[in-house]
């Protein structure tokens, strides 16, 4: 597609269930970016996949966050046990990778996760 | 560590008019790398204009110009010739020199634009 795709847009679960939100960059695109926004803490950094490296999980919150990409493409972000403290938006996005200049990230819309 | 600080909470212009929103950063590195985004209520964030660090010129994009005053850290965004659809959050964001090339982003500020 032409820009960043997530779904879904909106995800509301139970406290304990598992989720997992999807994440389609852009064509071309090496690297890929999950990010958290949330009332209160702002937008967080989550985790970050540039080609076929190790990814760098050094944002993720709890050992209950997890993200893998296949194929060097989709990415699935995956919260198991959720908690009410994990509502907020997930973004994601992606960008032509390190090396270029201004190396802009662009974002999709985001999955709204609201946990009850 | 890096950090970014918007502490306008809200701002109006009218229609037309010209606004500045400020932006100032903390860094070490002497390398990096300045971005705006603006995110509408429909939730998806929009890139809107790079200033690089070692930028001769400020960045412009259209109507969205950046102040870069480098020595006082500050990298303020300037829309012209507001528009109704300006109105969103505006954020303000840096990216790290670090290998993983995070964004660091400000609080926000949000644009109300008055008819």
């Known amino acids: 597609g032409a820009g960043v795709s997530q779904s879904p847009s909106n995800k509301v679960t139970e406290k304990g269930k598992d989720v997992e939100l999807r994440c389609d960059p852009i064509s071309g695109h090496t690297a890929l970016y999950w990010y958290r926004q949330s009332l209160g803490q702002g937008l967080e950094f989550l985790i970050y996949f540039q080609g076929n490296s190790a990814p760098d999980k050094s944002g993720l919150p709890s050992d209950r966050f997890s993200a893998e990409r296949t194929g060097g493409s989709v990415s699935t972000l995956t919260i198991q046990r959720t908690q009410q403290e994990d509502s907020a938006v997930y973004l994601c996005?992606?960008?032509?990778?390190?090396?270029?200049?201004?190396?802009?990230?662009?974002f999709g819309a985001g999955t709204r996760l609201s946990v009850l | 560590a890096q950090k970014i600080t918007q502490t306008q909470p809200g701002m109006f212009v009218q229609e037309k008019e010209a606004v500045t929103l400020d932006c100032t950063y903390d860094?070490?590195?002497?390398?990096?790398?300045l971005f705006w985004y603006k995110q509408p209520s429909s939730g998806e964030m929009i890139f809107l204009i790079y200033?690089?660090?070692?930028?001769?010129q400020n960045a412009t994009e259209g109507r969205y110009s950046l102040n870069f005053q480098k020595a006082r850290k500050s990298a303020n965004l300037v829309i012209s010739a507001s528009q109704l659809g300006d109105s969103a959050m505006y954020f303000c964001?840096?990216?790290?020199?670090?290998?993983?090339?995070?964004?660091?982003f400000g609080k926000g500020i949000t644009l109300s634009v008055r008819p």
């Open positions: 200033q690089g660090s070692y930028d001769q």
């Open positions: 860094t070490s590195d002497p390398s990096y790398g």
């Open positions: 964001a840096m990216r790290d020199t670090g290998a993983n090339s995070k964004l660091t």
């Open positions: 996005a992606s960008s032509v990778g390190q090396g270029v200049y201004k190396n802009i990230q662009y």
